[in-house]
């Protein structure tokens, strides 16, 4: 399976030694609150991981762990939206490892893997149009917003890259 080493970061596949990490970071309402299906259950972590896994065999591509200095610090990865919009990119750090750029040198090194490496020609990323964060760093790495839509209320941004 993949790995990729940035400056500071090493990101692998996701995989069973994980879902602690994973448990903790999905269930953190300030880091999962605002995605697609909100926190998760410990049993729900386990599908998705499964779900990843399984992703990663059939597209060599899937959910990546984020580590700095063999810490867990989030993820990363490229994976289906489950509203057909097509692949899209996904990041999630904890809230303590914000503002020192890890989420965008792990976004943009995934999304680098994705389109250089694996071929695939249109990654998509949503976020809500309130989420700064997140907005800046799809901007940095160089995505471009292409759609708006609607969901439970919230103004969700489209964002693009072409390979």
């Known amino acids: 399976m993949a790995l ?4 500071r970061l090493r990101l692998e596949p996701v995989q069973g030694q994980d879902l602690d990490a994973l448990v903790a970071l999905k269930a953190d309402p300030l880091v999962y609150g605002q995605m697609l299906g909100g926190v998760r259950s410990a049993w729900q972590v386990l599908e998705e991981l499964a779900e990843d896994r399984a992703f990663w065999s ?15 610090q989030g993820t990363t990865g490229i ?3 489950p509203d057909g919009r ?3 990119l ?3 750090v904890w809230p ?24 695939v020609p249109r990654v998509i990323a949503v976020a809500r149009a309130e ?3 997140s907005r800046m760093v799809l901007g940095s790495i160089g995505m471009r917003e292409c759609d708006v839509f ?6 969700m941004l489209v964002y693009e890259s072409l390979a």
């Open 150 to 155: 609607l969901r439970d209320g919230h103004v």
């Open 96 to 119: 303590e490892a914000r503002g020192r750029g890890l989420a965008r040198e792990a976004a943009s090194a995934a999304l680098r893997y994705a389109q250089d490496r694996i071929g």
């Open 58 to 72: 059939a597209h060599r591509i899937g959910m990546f762990a984020i580590r700095e200095d063999g810490i867990f």
């Open 86 to 88: 097509g692949l899209a």
């Open 79 to 81: 994976h289906d939206r």
């Open 131 to 133: 989420n700064f964060g």
């Open 90 to 92: 996904r990041f999630a």
């Open 4 to 7: 990729i080493q940035t400056a």
